[in-house]
């Protein structure tokens, strides 16, 4: 099994910046994708983003485009995603996923294993 732990989340106004962290277990870790998904008060789960295995591939939502930066240190078994021009609607718990699916998982069924989330929130 991959352990995920999410990390870096607070509060930040509007057009800042933060660094969430996931943090993974096991010796296996360079054999996932990983991917970050968010959840709003009252809203579904979205995809935000994924990253291959050997981190040479990304893949982002539109909405978050231009703005996100996913990355990975497999020797650090860490995922890290850079979040820049914060939106209010970028406000959610973020999740990162790890996925032994080929090409870019963007379905929350794709994902095996869950971390337990950190808060994000954006003031206007």
């Known amino acids: 099994q991959v352990q995920l732990v999410e990390s870096g989340g607070g509060l930040v106004q509007a057009g800042g910046s933060l660094r969430l962290s996931c943090a993974a277990s096991?010796?296996?870790?360079?054999?996932?994708?990983v991917g970050w998904f968010r959840q709003a008060p009252g809203k579904e789960r979205e995809f935000v983003t994924t990253?291959?295995?050997?981190?040479?591939?990304?893949y982002y939502s539109d909405s978050v485009k231009g703005r996100f930066t996913i990355s990975r240190d497999n020797a650090k078994n860490t995922v890290y995603l850079q979040m820049n021009s914060l939106k209010p609607e970028d406000t959610a718990i973020y999740y990162c996923?790890?996925?032994?699916?080929?090409?870019?998982?963007?379905?929350?069924?794709?994902?095996?294993?869950w971390g337990q989330g950190t808060q994000v929130t954006v003031s206007s």
């Open positions: 096991g010796r296996t870790f360079s054999r996932y994708a």
């Open positions: 990253i291959t295995r050997s981190g040479g591939s990304t």
């Open positions: 996923a790890a996925s032994a699916v080929q090409g870019f998982p963007t379905e929350e069924t794709m994902y095996a294993y």
